[in-house]
């Protein structure tokens, strides 16, 4: 129904795990970490009351239920749903990193991806064969940014994109390969990590500051620093995946799981109308901001 609801393949994985045809929802979908400090600026923020939210937790819902917003359901992330549908084969301990360095935006250049200190922290904790830059596709199209990793020694992929109903199943797959799982900030990722039991770490820009951009905002840097308090190992070697799971599945709503009904119910599946409804109004983002948009593939500047 919002043009933005399958980005990423959120709305694919619930129709898979329900055993239906992905198609337009009465509802909308959250579909990335949000937080107390970032709520605010969302774009998947509910617009429209009648409408029901999927949101990921309880702290997501009660934002929202403050605002005037009682529509609101937790079904948690789709991401974690992907555990009931992908059966993996168990694998031998390796040594293998998968680090997902700052990144870019399709809409917006925030930071400058060619960091020397970055690649130098690096090097000298780990050794460069083990590791892989994960790359967001919006970067990974940027010859300049591809080319500085290889140079420096990276084996460069890119999973995550919009416009690929498949994203969430490939980065699924591709975590679960590695023994750790680097980033740099306290970002979706970084929970779905934790979620697979990955040893997970936030690389430091230096001894006392994270990987800040230019547009952070004060109330998200505390928020950072919060997490540098409170789970110190995280920003060292490393949390331990036990105590990263809980954290994990509090975050992404795993305790709120809905049965495949009620879920089908949620987003409106069960009914004509509502079905219908969500056509009429996926029509309608299409026209104002084309099905282009909808799919992922183009950028619209509100």
């Known amino acids: 129904m919002k043009s933005d ?13 329900i055993g ?39 702290e997501v819902k009660n934002h929202f ?25 168990k694998k031998k301990k390796n040594k293998k990193i998968l680090f997902f360095p700052p990144h870019n935006t399709i809409d917006l250049d925030i930071h400058n991806l060619q ?22 596709y919006s970067d ?7 080319n500085f990793y290889k140079k420096k020694g990276f084996k460069v992929i890119s999973i995550v994109s919009r416009k690929n109903d498949n994203c969430l ?24 990590s934790m979620f697979l039991k990955k040893k997970v770490r936030v690389l430091l820009k230096n001894k006392n500051e994270v990987f800040f951009s230019d547009s952070t905002t004060k109330d998200e840097k ?25 954290l994990a599945c509090k975050h992404l709503g795993f305790h709120y799981l809905k049965s495949k009904e009620d879920l089908k119910k949620i987003l409106g599946w069960d009914s004509k109308i509502k079905m219908l409804i969500a056509k009429c109004f996926s029509f309608y983002y299409d026209v104002i901001l084309s099905k282009e948009f909808r799919l992922g593939r183009k950028v619209v500047n509100n």
């Open 5 to 17: 609801n399958n980005w990423y393949g959120h709305r694919n994985i619930f129709a898979e795990y």
């Open 20 to 58: 239906v045809k992905n198609k337009p929802c009465f509802s909308t979908i959250q579909h990335g970490y949000l937080n107390k400090t970032t709520l605010q600026k969302s774009i998947t923020s509910p617009k429209i009351k009648f409408i029901p939210y999927l949101s990921w937790n309880l």
């Open 65 to 89: 239920k403050s605002l005037g917003f009682n529509n609101v359901y937790i079904t948690g992330a789709p991401f974690v749903y992907l555990s009931k549908i992908i059966k993996l084969e």
């Open 115 to 136: 960091n020397k200190d970055l690649c130098e922290k690096l090097s000298k904790k780990y050794r460069k064969k083990n590791i892989t830059v994960c790359l967001y």
């Open 140 to 146: 990974f199209k940027n010859k300049k940014i591809v």
């Open 169 to 192: 199943k490939k980065l699924y797959v591709e975590i679960s390969k590695n023994h750790k799982i680097i980033v740099c900030d306290i970002t979706t990722i970084l929970f779905y």
């Open 222 to 246: 505390k928020f950072i620093l919060y997490f540098k308090r409170k789970y110190p190992s995280l920003f060292k070697d490393g949390l331990d995946p036990s105590i990263g799971y809980k």
